[in-house]
């Protein structure tokens, strides 16, 4: 499994415009092949997040990075939504998890 | 370079304890072979969270989270500050990033 870490940080101007943008956004990585899940925070004060997304493999990965409603985005996040960004792909070597017994 | 992806559940109890503990966290982890860098977002609301920490090399995680210190803050979390929790360790294949020109 492979996951993306996208880290950036909004220009906090567009607010009403970026919701529908990362909403739609949202719902387009959910229909992109090899797409596992997806969450994300922003912190509304200094406008930095993280969204992190997880994908099959990474061929699904560049699948999603090329795909022509994501380019679109792409665009327009770096000319209204965004100061600066990171995108980090990364192999999963080993997870594991713990949960309190209720 | 390698990452720990670390998501979490607050029980949102001990607020002022869970960050001293936090802090505590945040500088011993600073110290241990091979760190890079960490960041993270919490949502008050939720209570979910997620840490990103980087380091060198896997020896590097599994050293730090080995470390005395660390394993005391951990039993600490279990007990007292996390409801659930989920570790991803992955090795970084590639990164880029964008910045606005001013």
């Known amino acids: 499994m492979y996951v993306v870490i996208f880290r950036s940080t909004r220009t906090l101007e567009n607010q009403d415009l970026y919701r529908r943008w990362a909403n739609q956004l949202g719902l387009a990585v959910k229909k992109s092949p090899g797409y596992i899940s997806h969450f994300g925070f922003r912190d509304q004060d200094s406008g930095e997040g993280v969204t992190i997304s997880y994908f099959e493999s990474e061929e699904a990965i560049r699948g999603w990075k090329a795909l022509a409603e994501h380019l ?3 665009n327009l996040g770096r000319e209204e939504f965004y100061s600066e960004y990171r995108v980090e792909v990364a ?3 080993r997870a594991y998890g713990w949960k309190k017994e209720t």
């Open 91 to 93: 192999q999963i070597t």
């Open 72 to 74: 679109e985005a792409q």
